[in-house]
């Protein structure tokens, strides 16, 4: 079974009615009050490693809204979404979609490549999921049951370092690699 198809067994099957996934700051804390200590950083430095992966990765699409503008253009009045081919002569504002796993959305999305299985696709630096304002237009999302494999992970590769490369990743970061060529039997 290939990435995408797990992927697409998670949101046909909606598991994630019981158990909604995680974006990566829900999961680090959801990490963290069980006692394991993550990161951002760590988990990105997994991802591009191959070892550790968010389960979907979501990149919302940008809609035009309509607008109009109210109290002197200190508020404005959403009155929906301009559609392709739509004519408006009023104002228009641009934002991110909202997403949210509901079965025949999240199978569109897949559908429509918004969402996807970050295995399935090469390494990408986070930084590049916010744009140019700063606004989010890429998020990964976790399991709750990938705690304790990320658990696991950090306790064999990482086993060795101290409190304080552990929380900065780097030594751990290191060490990932070298186990990684080993895996890979460049280092045999």
């Known amino acids: 079974m290939n990435s995408t198809s797990n992927l697409n067994y998670l949101i046909e099957n909606e598991f994630f ?8 700051e829900q999961f680090i804390s959801y990490c963290k009050e069980r006692g394991i200590r993550t990161s951002s950083k760590q988990l990105e430095q997994f991802e591009k490693l191959g070892i550790f ?3 979907a990765r ?24 301009l ?11 641009e934002k991110y ?10 199978k569109n999305g897949l559908e429509e490549g918004f969402l996807w299985e970050p295995s399935s696709r090469p390494f990408q630096s986070w930084e590049t999921f916010k ?5 989010r237009q890429i998020e990964s999302f976790y399991s709750i049951f990938q705690c304790y494999t990320l658990y696991n992970l950090i306790q064999v590769y990482c086993q060795h370092t ?6 900065n990743g780097n030594e751990c970061f290191a060490a990932c690699q070298f186990l990684l060529r080993y895996n890979n039997g460049s280092l045999r």
């Open 162 to 167: 101290s409190e304080n490369s552990l929380r």
């Open 83 to 93: 559609r392709e081919g739509d004519e408006w002569p009023g104002n228009i504002k």
């Open 53 to 55: 992966y968010p389960v």
């Open 97 to 106: 979609a909202n997403f949210w796993f509901e079965k025949e959305y999240a």
């Open 58 to 81: 979501v990149q919302y699409p940008k809609i035009k809204i309509k607008v109009e503008y109210v109290d002197n253009g200190q508020r404005y009045r959403d009155l929906g979404i």
């Open 131 to 135: 744009d140019k304002n700063g606004y």
């Open 17 to 24: 009615i019981i158990c909604p996934f995680l974006s990566t």
